[in-house]
């Protein structure tokens, strides 16, 4: 069965930390996503990646800055963990091109800075 | 700014009614509109898409009706159970690779 893998289902960490989320992908995508679910604002996409190594900011990436060394493997990291950044972290793969998107969701992490 | 607007942000409808989510849109460069459904603890699946080429398109007992002119659409959810409660999101893509999400739908379906 083919999936998304997020490294923790649910963290706390202290102001300031530094504060890293791993992401995992079995498909061999190309593409992989961060995205920040709160109630009302629904999905925003932080940062996306297209290949190796390549990043592209999305539409909030303040706070946030991404690493990808491997093709399966998407990190989000928190160089300062702030209150306001307490929210539920998805990560999502799809190929290059597909018709239908192909989006693949992990099942997030919440995160939960004090 | 959301590229895609989504409402209402929660709906409750007793089993057998019919909750109607409504998403628009500005961009007219969006070529694929996807609903995603989310189950506590779960992450977003595709549930049913459509393309502004079709008005009208039913998987099961999901609609998604579309108005390309109004820049609008929706999502039905005939006789609904209490099995669909969930959270939906609309998403309009462009390209083949990035969506846009709207801001997300609570729906429960009391027995």
């Known amino acids: 069965d083919v999936k998304v893998t997020q490294s923790s289902r649910y963290l706390v960490k202290r102001t300031g930390e530094k504060v890293f989320l791993e992401c995992v992908q079995d498909?061999?995508?190309?593409?992989m996503f961060w995205y920040r679910q709160d109630p009302g604002l629904g999905l925003r996409l932080i940062y996306f990646s297209y290949d190796v190594k390549m990043k592209e900011k999305g539409d909030i990436p303040e706070g946030y800055s991404v690493s990808r060394e491997k093709k399966e493997r998407f990190s989000l990291i928190l160089e300062s963990a702030s209150t306001n950044q307490t929210s539920m972290y998805l990560c999502?793969?799809?190929?290059?091109?597909?018709?239908?998107?192909?989006?693949?969701f992990g099942s997030g992490t919440r995160l939960t800075v004090v | 700014q959301q590229q895609v607007k989504q409402s209402p942000q929660s709906l409750i409808v007793q089993k057998g009614g019919i909750p109607i989510i409504n998403c628009a849109y500005e961009n007219t460069a969006f070529d694929y509109f996807p609903w995603y459904q989310q189950f506590p603890g779960k992450g977003p699946a595709l549930l049913i898409a459509?393309?502004?080429?079709?008005s009208e398109k039913k998987e099961g007992r999901f609609t998604i009706s579309f108005n390309k002119s109004a820049k609008q659409f929706s999502l039905h959810i005939m006789d609904s159970q209490p099995g669909d409660s969930a959270t939906y999101f609309c998403a309009a893509g462009k390209g083949g690779y990035k969506l846009s999400f709207g801001a997300g739908t609570t729906v429960t379906v009391r027995a």
């Open positions: 999502a793969s799809s190929p290059r091109w597909h018709r239908n998107y192909g989006y693949t």
């Open positions: 498909m061999d995508h190309e593409n």
């Open positions: 459509i393309r502004p080429d079709v």
